[in-house]
């Protein structure tokens, strides 16, 4: 009979909280980068994941993901509505916390996970479409891989590719359905021919930090139990993360001859994605390792949209695709059993079989969701579209899908006040000239 352990539920209550704070992070990261029309547009696509993907994870997403095994590719409907989760331990996830409680940890990766996408199609997507494809992505393409890697009967699982925290179902699936969307959806009115500056650096550096400080439940939360294993997840990614950021602003520094406050934010996150699936299999000169090449080799990678002209606008293939692939490929060169005995030996350890299965489930991944993401998209974009007019654009998310301001420091000038059936409705005056927050962005000006 398993019993529940408090020290170990004690932990993972914090730990879940930890997790559940990174999305309104998130919402800061995200929202400081986008020009400030688009500022309330570009958090409440993070912030409403709180709504939209709970409800979803309680009424049927948790039994797909973690349910009784169906093929090795799915889990069925036993918990539908939590049907027999609650407060005994289930044997096969977590033995020593209550289930529900597990539940609940894993939920608040199912609301970060597509809330992670909502960067790419940054400052052009119509709400009401997001909230269909929020839907159906959490089920067709979350859920599905989230067994695949974590649950019980799993095929990759079983395949014995490791992935302690998220980097194939968070970071790798979060990107190459954004990457999708963005092919989709199409470049920004002006992308690659107006600068397009963020408003609000100290609002990005202060989500990262939030980012930062909730990733410690992300990522030492995946151990399950208060002890050593989570310890070692703790430091690791304290250390990655580290590095990651001071090897992004080296290179920005050879490249562009200033460091910048962006970049070390940016370095940051690339490093919390990276050791993300290693956190619970390395060491800390692993760590450093995994975390430098990630903040080297992210930085390169957020270029690539201006080579391929796809308009990822807040770099989410860049950094949590090509971060998440780093890690997840390092987690098979770096893994040891002396961290972990219930993982495998890497490539360093005289296992270079595991470096096979890591690319294997992460080809995998980029594959499935690139293409199910696609298929969602085109079928919502037939239906009832995906982009907002030019207009609303120009006008802004804020005003044209939610009919507000994020500031109004100077008053309304320039525009009128109208009340409508729903209330105060601001109106600006239309204008042909841009005005000075549509004409820059830093992404482009990192290289």
């Known amino acids: ?119 790419a199609f940054a400052e052009r997507i119509k709400f009401s479409s997001f909230l269909v494809f929020m839907v159906a992505w959490m089920t067709l393409v979350y859920s599905p891989i989230a067994h695949w890697v974590w649950g019980v009967g799993g095929w990759i699982r079983n395949l014995g590719a490791l992935d302690f925290a998220g980097g194939t179902v968070v970071h790798i699936n979060a990107a190459f359905a954004a990457l999708a969307a963005v092919l989709i959806i199409g470049k920004r009115k002006g992308f690659m021919k107006e600068a397009m500056h963020p408003h609000n650096l100290p609002m990005t550096i202060l989500g990262a930090a939030m980012l930062w400080f909730g990733w410690f439940g992300f990522n030492a939360g995946s151990a399950l139990t208060s002890g050593g294993l989570a310890a070692v997840a703790f430091v690791v990614t304290h250390i990655a993360t580290a590095a990651a950021a001071l090897g992004w602003i080296l290179i920005e520094k050879i490249k562009t001859g200033k460091p910048t406050t962006l970049g070390a934010a940016s370095g940051a996150v690339a490093g919390l994605v990276a050791i993300t699936p290693a956190a619970g299999f390395v060491g800390p000169i692993a760590a450093i390792a995994i975390g430098f090449t990630a903040g080297i080799v992210c930085y390169l990678a957020v270029g690539l949209k201006f080579k391929f002209g796809y308009d990822d606008a807040l770099d989410v293939v860049g950094v949590h695709g090509v971060g998440g692939i780093i890690g997840a490929l390092l987690t098979g060169v770096f893994a040891s ?3 972990n005995p219930a993982g495998a030996n890497g490539l360093v350890h005289g296992n270079p079989a595991l470096l096979g299965k890591q690319l294997i489930a992460v080809a995998v991944t980029i594959g499935y969701t690139f293409v199910a993401s696609f298929i969602i998209l085109k079928v919502i974009d037939a239906i009832m579209g995906l982009r907002v007019s030019e207009e609303d654009e120009i006008t802004g998310l804020d005003l044209s899908q939610h009919s507000e301001i994020g500031y109004a420091l100077g008053g309304f000038g320039g525009g009128t006040l109208e009340h409508g059936a729903s209330g105060s409705v601001f109106q600006p005056e239309t204008s042909s000239e841009p005005s000075y927050a549509m004409q820059t962005n830093p992404l482009n000006e990192r290289l």
Not at 61 to 68: E, K, N, T
């Open 337 to 339: 059993t002396v961290i």
């Open 1 to 119: 009979m398993q019993h529940i352990n408090s020290g170990d539920t004690a932990w993972m209550l914090v730990a879940t909280a930890l997790v559940m704070f990174m999305t309104p992070g998130l919402a800061l990261f995200y929202g400081g980068m986008v020009r400030s029309k688009n500022v309330l547009g570009t958090i409440m696509h993070s912030f409403i994941m709180l709504g939209v993907g709970t409800i979803v994870w309680v009424l049927y997403g948790y039994s797909l993901a973690f349910g009784p095994d169906k093929f090795h590719l799915i889990g069925d409907l036993s918990w539908i509505g939590l049907r027999d989760v609650g407060m005994a331990p289930n044997a096969n996830y977590a033995a020593t916390i209550p289930h529900i409680l597990f539940m609940a940890f894993q939920m608040m990766f199912a609301v970060i996970t597509p809330a992670l996408i909502t960067g």
